[in-house]
């Protein structure tokens, strides 16, 4: 079984940049849908972006559309996520999962993932 481990996270201002990292150990990635969740305190954990095993069909919820940037690297077994203009509302701990599917439409609710990282937190200032 793959082992998901995140890395990246950290305090920023407001209006700042993080980069997030998801390094796969135990196997390589499987040709399934990746994808960033977070989750804040009292709250669900929630889809950020998502992304097929070619990357070609991404999906970003409407709250970062146009600020996060999904990536993977899969000859380094590797899942990204670029967070530029962040927001005191994206402070949450992020955790990176692989889904059960190949397919985008099916990856969009935790449920369909069974392996997920420890979480990273992320936490930004105003």
């Known amino acids: 079984q793959v082992q998901l481990v995140e890395s990246g996270g950290g305090l920023v201002q407001a209006g700042g940049s993080l980069s997030l990292s998801c390094a796969a150990s135990g196997r390589t990635f499987s040709n399934y849908v990746m994808a960033w969740f977070r989750q804040a305190p009292g709250k669900e954990r929630d889809i950020v972006a998502a992304i097929t095993w070619i990357g070609d069909s991404i999906y970003y919820a409407d709250s970062v559309k146009g600020r996060f940037t999904i990536s993977r690297d899969n000859s380094k077994n590797t899942l990204y996520l670029q967070m530029n203009s962040l927001k005191p509302e994206d402070t949450a701990v992020y955790y990176c999962?692989?889904?059960?599917?190949?397919?985008?439409?099916?990856?969009?609710?935790?449920?369909?993932?069974?392996?997920w990282g420890q979480g990273t937190q992320v936490t930004v200032s105003s």
């Open positions: 999962g692989e889904s059960r599917y190949h397919s985008i439409y099916n990856s969009r609710a935790s449920m369909a993932y069974d392996t």
